[in-house]
Every structure is written in C-alpha cells, then in structure tokens.
C-alpha cells in the first residue's frame, strides 16, 4: 500500500531523495511504498504503476546493473 509523504529535510540539509522507477530528485512530496522487499519512494502514481506493471515484470525485484554497462555502452555508440 503506498501513501504521501513529506520530505521533512530542513532547508539547509543535503537529505536528497530519487524516485525508485525514473530518478528524478525529489523535493517535497513523494509517494512511499512499504513491501518485503523495504520501502521504495516514487515522484508520482504513474512512476508507482510503472514500476509494478513493466520494471518487477521484465527485470524482477532484484535487479542490477551489468558491472561493465558503462564500457558496452560505449562500445554501442556511433563515435
């Protein structure tokens, strides 16, 4: 079940939080989803059904990254 939540960082704190599906900073406002798996924050409702309709169903809850996506990334790119 997810609910809003406030960001309640003081003006001077460098407390920054992201969304779990597009990674955009987040001031404010967030969307908070408690599971077995801890809690995931979401800028918006679109964000939340986004991660649950495509991201768990393609890559699962416990993806990462390839170590060396940084180098086949590059290789990939017209130069």
């Known amino acids: 079940m ?3 939540r406030e960001n309640d960082a003081q003006w001077h704190e460098e407390r920054m ?3 779990t599906t ?5 001031a404010k406002r967030y969307l908070a989803e408690s599971s077995d798996l801890g809690t995931r924050i979401y800028c918006t409702e679109s964000c939340l059904d986004l991660y649950h309709d495509y991201w768990l169903v ?3 809850p416990d993806y990462r990254p390839p170590p060396n996506i940084g180098e086949t990334y590059a290789d990939l790119m017209v130069k």
């Open 2 to 4: 997810a609910e809003w």
């Open 17 to 19: 939080l992201h969304c």
């Open 22 to 26: 597009c990674g955009r900073m987040i």
């Open 58 to 60: 393609e890559r699962g």
